[in-house]
């Protein structure tokens, strides 16, 4: 069965600083994705990034990217330039059979 | 661009009632998925379809039931309505099962039993 973990209920940067969000999984499966999605006040689910396993490159979107290592099962999110927008709920989550499964969350807080 | 819909936004519903969600995925996604998620926790998958079949089931109890019509909408039914069923229930849809493509979420219902 897929797991996946964050460690850090809650997080807090300044604005215009850098944050790292970090999660770790398991799965059995051998081509499966991995992806953050970002859940402001307004409760919407937002796609942030998205890295397949099978890729090396770690993904990146503008001030979004991430820190995939395959073999120690970690896929940590880097925030650059925060920003007050940036604010939310971020779920960290792996699919590899069509449904998502996710982590527990976890809160950024942006500091003005 | 279009988006997936949901609807009611919000349903309020007394215990052992039944409820009707609705979900109409982006045009040309022929794949539905459902989530329930409760107060502080995160979404947990309840079951899915792929062209009108059911193509994996999570966490779903046996009061709720869902299908996915001809025109690719889906409805999730919930009977017997317990408290501990009030949560935001989503949609997303994607384009094909397969894992790699983007499942995009609804706004989603949030639904209070009292």
């Known amino acids: 069965a897929q797991t996946v973990t964050q460690s850090q209920p809650e997080m807090s940067v300044q604005e215009a600083e850098t944050v790292t969000l970090s999660c770790t999984y398991d799965t059995s499966e051998s081509d499966y994705y991995l992806f953050w999605y970002k859940q402001p006040p307004s409760r919407q689910m937002i796609l942030v990034i998205r890295?397949?396993?099978?890729?090396?490159q770690n993904a990146t979107e503008n001030r979004f990217s991430v820190n995939f290592q395959k073999a120690a099962k970690s896929f940590s999110l880097k925030i650059s330039d925060s920003q007050l927008g940036d604010a939310a709920m971020y779920f960290c989550?792996?699919?590899?059979?069509?449904?998502?499964?996710f982590g527990k969350g976890t809160k950024l807080s942006v500091k003005p | 661009a279009a988006g997936v819909i949901q609807s009611p936004r919000h349903l309020i519903k007394e215990k052992r009632e039944t409820a009707t969600l609705k979900c109409y995925p982006i045009p040309r996604h022929d794949t539905v998925y459902w989530y329930q998620q409760g107060p502080g926790q995160d979404p947990q998958f309840l079951i899915s379809?792929?062209?009108?079949?059911?193509?994996d089931k999570g966490s779903i109890p046996d009061r709720f039931s869902a299908q996915q019509f001809s025109d690719y909408h889906s409805e999730l039914n919930m009977s017997s309505l317990e408290l501990g069923d009030s949560a935001l229930y989503f949609c997303?849809?994607?384009?094909?099962?397969?894992?790699?493509?983007?499942?995009?979420f609804g706004p989603g219902t949030r639904l209070t039993v009292l």
């Open positions: 997303a849809s994607s384009l094909s099962r397969a894992g790699y493509n983007e499942q995009f």
């Open positions: 890295q397949e396993a099978y890729k090396q």
């Open positions: 379809f792929y062209e009108k079949m059911q193509s």
């Open positions: 989550g792996e699919g590899s059979q069509g449904n998502l499964i």
